[in-house]
């Protein structure tokens, strides 16, 4: 059963990558087909097989060996391991399973486009309110709100004073307090220790000081150390 659940989050991993890609290339999620994005040729289904595709083709393309980066071999392993990891520790994993896969993509929407579509957002609240529903107590609920109504707040005068954060960061941040309650404190640090971390190395790099950072792929780390650390 674990195998089966890893390639379901492996595929699951490729179709996050799919709709962040398409998002950068303005285009549908569901039409055309599957193509390159270099010379825009339809893949043949033995060419879209999670991890299997990427070690065959090793990493190019078949059509005009568009170099594919090893960052997507990575993120179908990645969330094959994070399902896993859910499906073994969570009771009720259907609604992580979800939450993950929407919170991934405007991951990657952000990563490759530091924007993302407010679409995504939508169903990544919905699906924490199913994770509530399904795994949360009143109790816990109750517990937990005023410290996602405090993270909003302090985050949006932070975006209105800095102009240095988007909107959707401080939903996001919102939504992962509702869910960690009490242990905002600490995935607030771990974000701002390994985004400064990455500020740093960018600025040691020379690249330039107005180089925007990318705050989601931060959360989500800092999110799922919160999940596997029981601090
Ligand atoms: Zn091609």
Redesign the pocket.
């Known amino acids: 059963m674990e195998i089966i659940i890893f390639i379901i989050g492996a595929c699951i991993g490729s179709f996050i990558l799919l709709v962040a890609e398409r998002y950068a290339h303005s285009e549908s999620i569901i039409k055309p087909n599957s193509h390159?994005f270099?010379?825009h040729?339809e893949l043949k289904w033995f060419d879209k097989i999670p991890l299997v595709s990427y070690l065959v083709l090793q990493g190019k393309?078949r059509?005009?060996q568009?170099k594919i980066p090893i960052f997507y071999f990575f993120i179908e392993i990645f969330t094959g391991v994070i399902y896993l990891y859910i499906f073994i520790f969570k009771i009720n994993f259907l609604p992580y399973f979800i939450f993950v896969m929407f919170f991934l993509i405007v991951v990657l929407q952000d990563l490759l486009t530091m924007t993302f579509d407010t679409k995504i957002l939508v169903l990544l609240f919905l699906s924490t309110l199913f994770i509530l529903i399904e795994d949360f107590s009143v109790f816990a609920i109750k517990e937990n709100l005023p410290f996602a109504l405090f993270t909003l707040v302090f985050f949006f005068c932070i975006s209105k004073l800095t102009k240095g954060m988007g909107n959707g960061d401080c939903y996001i941040f919102s939504l992962c307090s509702i869910l960690l309650g009490y242990r905002t404190t600490w995935f607030l640090c771990i974000t701002f220790i390994m985004a400064g971390i990455y500020a740093v190395l960018l600025l040691l790099s020379g690249k330039n000081k107005k180089t925007p950072i990318p705050m989601l792929p931060w959360i989500f780390i800092a999110f799922c150390m919160m999940e596997y650390i029981d601090i």
């Open positions: 390159c270099s010379c040729k393309s059509c005009c568009r």
